[in-house]
């Protein structure tokens, strides 16, 4: 008979709790056919091997399962980093990770955040766009090799300058690791999230992306309406002032 314990009925609850996460992922990114297709290929392929006892069948269907994985790997990388990372970055699990790595906060003070205050500010005024990401724990190398190399202690004229509409440099995202700019001219992954307001274009989205892919800051200003917001592990908070600003950068910098 059925020999059935508070180990299977764990068992059970996990492969749930898997396959309930699966399913939010993939409906999020827009491919929940997919997901519905390989249960229903897992069910045949089940059926067929477990069930019917189809030896050729089976045997073929079993080849298709391991070629599979590495397929839906393939298929599915960027929402399984996404998945991993935001598991990564869960409080708990960081706060866990630090006790054995021990924190690697960038070296920023006040100084630092003022400079970037003050141009946004000026920037906003003059509507000028600008896209800006600071670099917290997670590295932006790849970004960065997508722009160019500054390498430059953080000044607010300087940074105005960059975003001025005739540099060369003012398309693209600036990064700024620790006290100096690193890099400007970056591209940055767009987000494909639907819960953007309309009215926003790809600067957002952008800021959105990295804001997701990463733990950096990225602060945007509008050309359009000289709004000022942030985004932050996905998240966006719009139309700030220079006060509200400075508070936000100097909170997420534990400053
Ligand atoms: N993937 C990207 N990475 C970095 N910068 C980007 C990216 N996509 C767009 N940008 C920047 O955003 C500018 C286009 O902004 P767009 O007008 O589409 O955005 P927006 O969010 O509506 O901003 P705004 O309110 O300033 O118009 C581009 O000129 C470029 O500088």
Redesign the pocket.
Known sequence: MFDFGIKDIIDIFLVALILYYIYRLMKESRSLNVFIGIIVFVLVWLFVSQVLEMRLLGAILDKLVSVGVIGIIVLFQEEIRRFLYSLGAHQRFRAFARFFVGSKEKVVDKETIMPIVMACIDLSRGKV?A?IVIERGIRLDDIVDTGDVIDARINQRLIENIFFKNSPL????MIIVGKRIRAAG?????SHSHDIPKE???????ALGISQDSDSIAI?V????GGISVAINGEFQLRLSAEKLENILSKEMNL
């Open positions: 766009g896209l003012h398309d693209g995202a970056c591209i940055l992954p767009v926003l274009g790809l600067r957002h989205r952008a945007v509008s050309e359009e309406t």
